[in-house]
């Protein structure tokens, strides 16, 4: 059984993109029981290692840092103007409350914007400040400085239906999936080498994916990650695909995908009665998939993803049966997988 309780310690846990420590820490207490040992890097990747005298290596990648603010300066009247970190939707933070993350600890605020500025369907960021109480500049500075980063102060709440809300489920249900998918993968059994990362960056830059390619030097690798979930009024599924929350994990299918793989995924989800879901993703797929594919002289890959609600909020909601059969899924796919597997699309011709 996966471990609700650490998921739910997972999206409490702050961690916008470049600021992963805190979090990373709690990943590596978490699995140390479970692990034969651990690598990281200068960049703050943590990958959890099993089996790693086997010549075949599973890269399993799930991003944990989250979207949010940086405060950019203070005004005179002790307002903090902030910057995107990694594409908050800005119109849903306005009258959000947000947590400025300082060195001393969280200060609380609340997301204003100039009142001429409410009915401007095209806000940016940048018109954005944060109302923290202060009523000077030299007030606030004492406990804000520039470069602080900010999250929306929201956690998770269990809905119907075994449903979560909550922040940063892009992508807590991803980095989580792939420690608990090694987990499950020791109890059944599985000798294939797995390397689980929890890889920083992802919403900014893509710099964890692309270290962590090039430090495990992969056989394959599996990414997991959050979709667009369309199963709620005008949520645009003529472009995404009809996906539903609840529905099952989502392959993606398109050119850095590797055809074989899913294969593989769908045979086994067929065989363990996991239903399936799919997306289109003909070039990039936004997800540390594309970073990861291009390391090693081309990573055979593949994506699979949970789906949400409200994506880049402070309030998205996915499902934890989701969870659960991504987690089973993969776990099956690691006792799958052959040493020597041959990935090669011409090997019967060539």
Request: charged share 25%.
């Amino acid at each position: 059984m996966m471990n609700r309780e650490f998921l739910y310690e997972m999206i409490q846990t702050p961690s916008p993109s470049g600021a992963e420590y805190e979090l990373q820490k709690k990943v590596i207490r978490y699995m140390k029981p479970h692990v034969d040992t651990f690598l990281s890097d200068a960049t703050g990747n943590v990958i959890s290692v099993l089996n790693p005298s086997s010549p075949c290596k599973v890269l399993l990648a799930g991003h944990v840092d989250e979207i949010g603010l940086m405060v950019t300066k203070i005004t005179e009247s002790g307002k903090l103007r902030v910057v995107n970190v990694g594409g908050i939707r800005v119109p849903l933070y306005l009258g959000q409350k947000v947590r400025v993350l300082t060195e001393s600890g969280v200060v609380h605020g609340v997301v204003g914007v100039t009142p001429s500025l409410l009915d401007d369907r095209y806000l940016q960021a940048d018109d954005l400040f944060v109302d923290i109480g202060a009523t000077t500049k030299e007030e606030a500075c004492q406990f804000v400085k520039p470069g602080s980063y900010l999250v929306a102060d929201t956690d998770y709440r269990e809905l119907l239906n075994d449903c979560i809300c909550g922040r940063a489920l892009d992508n807590r249900l991803g980095a989580f999936i792939v420690i608990e998918a090694l987990r499950r993968a020791k109890e059944l059994g599985t000798t294939v080498g797995t390397y689980s990362a929890t890889t920083v960056g992802e919403e900014t830059t893509l710099r964890g994916a692309i270290w962590a390619a090039k430090h495990v030097k992969p056989t394959l690798a599996i990414v997991v990650d959050v979709t667009y979930a369309t199963d709620y009024e005008d949520a645009f599924s003529e472009e995404v695909g009809d996906i539903r929350v609840g529905g099952g994990p989502v392959l993606a299918n398109g050119s850095i995908i590797h055809p074989l793989l899913n294969k593989t995924l769908e045979q086994l989800a067929d065989q363990w009665s996991i239903p399936l879901q799919y997306e289109a993703a003909p070039g990039r797929t936004g997800t540390d998939g594309d970073a990861i594919h291009l390391r090693n002289d081309g990573i055979p890959l593949a994506l699979v993803s949970i789906p949400i609600r409200y994506m880049h909020s402070g309030s998205e909601v996915g499902s934890l049966k989701d969870v659960e059969l991504a987690i089973e899924l993969i776990a099956r796919f690691l006792l799958r997988v052959e040493e020597g597997l041959d990935l090669s699309p011409y090997k019967n011709l060539l």
